[in-house]
């Protein structure tokens, strides 16, 4: 079975609707296919606005990756990604939630 790392990226939401058309022996839904079809519609108006800009993420690894990809995917670079899992934990007290008030 395919690894689906990354469901965000068209790509691979097409792979995981194949594999488990697949797996259940029955044809894709027209619902998925009409949002598939809306998912497309949106990348492409989103391209007009993204394409060429330029964007830094933090995020956990696994949607660092998704977005990161959809981005890309829309015509945006990327010029910093920052894995939010590995970054050094500070305590959290009660006075750093109450000043933020």
């Known amino acids: 079975m395919p690894c689906f790392y990354s469901i965000p990226r068209p790509k691979a939401a097409d792979a995981l609707v194949a594999e488990l058309a697949r797996i259940s022996a029955a044809p894709v839904p027209e619902r998925v296919e009409r949002q598939r079809s809306r998912f497309q519609d949106a990348m492409l108006d989103t391209h007009f606005m993204l394409g060429m800009s330029r964007f830094?993420?933090?995020?956990d690894a696994d949607l660092l990756v998704g977005f990161s990809d959809l981005l890309a995917s829309?015509?945006?670079e990327k010029v910093a990604a920052v894995d939010r899992s590995r970054l050094p934990q500070k305590p959290v007290?009660?006075?750093?939630?109450?000043?933020?008030e």
């Open 56 to 59: 830094a993420l933090a995020a």
């Open 74 to 76: 829309m015509g945006a």
């Open 93 to 100: 007290r009660e006075a750093d939630l109450r000043s933020r």
